[in-house]
């Protein structure tokens, strides 16, 4: 069975620094990996995926993720947070074989002044 | 492009009560997506149409909730009769295909309250 774990519930990180959101994945099969952010009071927006293309995957707003598949891994990074990064973060697994979609817990991402 | 349309964006019943919601996706999505996120969590699938047939309703509470998309296109959803663990927030997605990478684009969702 495949399931999606976000390893922190909340993170925070001072203004200008490194952000990382871990998210961990276990399939049998090859997934399909995205990063969704969700700001208060909207809706849900694709970050970036996964789709067993290039394993670094680069998204909008500044953020990437490297797919590893040795550590069943797809942390979501960028090199210098913003306030406007401040959001809840969803990490979601798809197979490409039944199409089954699971979403993570989240993380909320706190941006410190 | 015009994106999801839900509707209502906010809803309170009581216990009991009967609620339906409206979801129109993006021009041209065959897939539909209506999901439950409870305060705190991750949003869970509740049911997957591809066209108007359905492709998944495994997590549908079908003893209460009802999903329908007649001509493939708009699509209600339904809880009749509603509890209080139903409060949540609604979304629909649609996405141009059922393929595992697609993307699929949110609404606003519909926040339901039920006292």
């Known amino acids: 069975a495949q399931s999606v774990t976000q390893l922190d519930s909340h993170v925070s990180v001072s203004e200008g620094t490194p952000v990382l959101l871990r998210c961990n994945y276990s399939s049998s099969y090859s997934p399909s990996l995205f990063w969704y952010v969700q700001h208060p009071n909207k809706g849900l927006q694709l970050l970036l995926k996964?789709?067993?293309?290039?394993?670094l995957v680069k998204g909008i707003n500044g953020f990437e993720a490297e797919f590893k598949k040795s550590e069943t891994s797809f942390h979501l990074t960028k090199p210098s947070a913003h306030m406007s990064d401040a959001a809840e973060y969803f990490c979601v697994v798809s197979l490409n074989r039944d199409d089954k979609i699971i979403f993570g817990k989240g993380t909320r991402l706190h941006i410190l002044p | 492009e015009a994106g999801v349309a839900q509707s209502p964006r906010y809803k309170i019943i009581e216990k009991r009560q009967s609620v339906a919601f409206w979801c129109n996706p993006i021009s041209g999505h065959a897939t539909l997506y209506w999901y439950q996120q409870i305060l705190g969590q991750g949003p869970k699938l509740l049911i997957q149409?591809?066209?108007?047939?359905?492709?998944?309703d495994s997590q549908l509470p079908k003893d209460r909730f009802s999903a329908e998309r007649l001509k493939g296109v708009d699509s209600t959803l339904k809880i009749q009769p509603a509890k209080l663990e139903d409060s949540a927030v609604y979304l629909c997605?649609?996405?141009?295909?059922?393929?595992?990478?697609?993307?699929?684009?949110f609404g606003p969702g519909t926040r339901l309250l039920v006292l």
């Open positions: 149409f591809q066209n108007n047939g359905v492709v998944d």
């Open positions: 997605a649609s996405s141009w295909d059922i393929a595992g990478g697609e993307t699929q684009y």
């Open positions: 996964y789709t067993s293309a290039a394993t």
